[in-house]
């Protein structure tokens, strides 16, 4: 138990070293179910007329909302705006407990990268029980000022196993739609 507290405290001060571009810095949080265009949604290859907001409170941004697609499955984004753990961002935490989670039942570790100067990681979604791990899409999680935004594609049952794609697929959402952020 030890060794994975020691791994994630490692994996927050390697997280919190990523550049960040501060011209994104914005003291609103972002309503992307709300304000991103339709013609957006479907470059992203998603269908606006399928997006379910879920949490839909006037004068507040929507917490989650999902889109489907005519062949690639559904898309998924949260808002996560918990405050800092013990002095540690959302986005931060949450590379962190990716990498922990990774590394513990064997997936693939987080890709770190930047997306239209945001610091981003992507990684496999899976479902793991008894010591196996079921592939469920792939996300994109971006830092925000305050807190972070994550891009899930859940592909259809048959592409499940396709990670790969289902990851691509959220690198492009997730690029396509970060400018609707400021």
Known sequence: MGGGIAIGVVAVVLSASCAWNPSHKSGELPDLCRKVSDASFREAGFLPETKLVKGDTEGSPAPECTLSSEGSGMLRIDLLTAPPLNGVAEYDYLLADARTQAMAHGIDQPAISSINGRDAFTRPKAIISNDKSVPLGCSTTFRLHSGAIEFTVLPRSDDLNDT????????????????AVD
């Not at 790969?164 to 400018?179: D, F, Q, R, Y």
């Open 164 to 179: 790969a794609k289902a990851c691509a697929a959220s690198v492009h959402v997730a690029t396509t739609l970060e400018p």
